[in-house]
T-cell receptor, first 114, second 111 residues
């Protein structure tokens, strides 16, 4: 049973560039949430996708956008990268939108913006 | 005030002892709570979930929830060096499964 997968594992970009991160949810899951984890901090919720629509969004600017595909996989796009966007980006998958549903995290993508 | 607060630690515990981790939350709409373990450079791994007031035990781990006091705790019994990690407390509301995380508590178990 495949768990949550993310690609790439590491990425180095320069300020102003754009980046796309990818996530495939755990088998049987249909909901994908994205989190940003800065060094030494807890993960911060970016947004969540279900049925190919953004369902909830955290306090992140419009430079952060996403997409969910019919096979439930998802992409996170960040435009006009800033140094402060350097972080571990985590994808979490779950089944449905009900509160209390367990989320399982992928290995993350570590983004460094120079 | 952060929505979910944890002592950053490090919490230093001798091998075989009990590690006690605490978490407080401010959102009274939070209904479900999760403890994740995160090793350095890795992603969070679920340890426990708890939804009702009281204790929930799973192996060496016991989670405690007190909604009146807005307090969640995690006890790790017979601590092992492999338990050395950062422990993240997270809360979720009744609708939608967005998680709000605390900053994590770093635990160091010394042989």
């Amino acid at each position: 049973d495949a768990g949550v997968t993310q690609s790439p594992t590491h990425l180095i970009k320069t300020r102003g560039q754009q980046v796309t991160l990818r996530c495939s949810p755990k088998s049987g899951h249909d909901t994908v949430s994205w989190y940003q984890q800065a060094l030494g901090q807890g993960p911060q919720f970016i947004f969540q996708y279900y049925e190919e629509e953004e369902r909830q969004r955290g306090n992140f600017p419009d430079r952060f956008s996403g997409h969910q595909f019919p096979n439930y996989s998802s992409e996170l796009n960040v435009n006009a990268l800033l140094l402060g966007d350097s972080a571990l980006y985590l994808c979490a998958s779950s089944l449905g939108l009900a509160g209390g549903v367990t989320q399982y995290f992928g290995p993350g993508t570590r983004l460094l913006v120079l | 005030q952060k929505e979910v607060e944890q002592n950053s630690g490090p919490l230093s515990v001798p091998e075989g002892a009990i590690a006690s981790l605490n978490c407080t939350y401010s959102d009274r709409g939070s209904q479900s709570f999760f403890w994740y373990r995160q090793y350095s450079g890795k992603s969070p791994e679920l340890i426990m979930s708890i939804y009702s007031n009281g204790d929930k035990e799973d192996g060496r781990f016991t989670a405690q929830l007190n909604k009146a006091s807005q307090y969640v705790s995690l006890l790790i019994r017979d601590s092992q060096p492999s338990d050395s990690a950062t422990y993240l407390c997270a809360g979720g509301r009744a609708a939608g499964n967005k998680l709000t995380f605390g900053g994590g508590t770093r635990v160091l178990v010394k042989p």
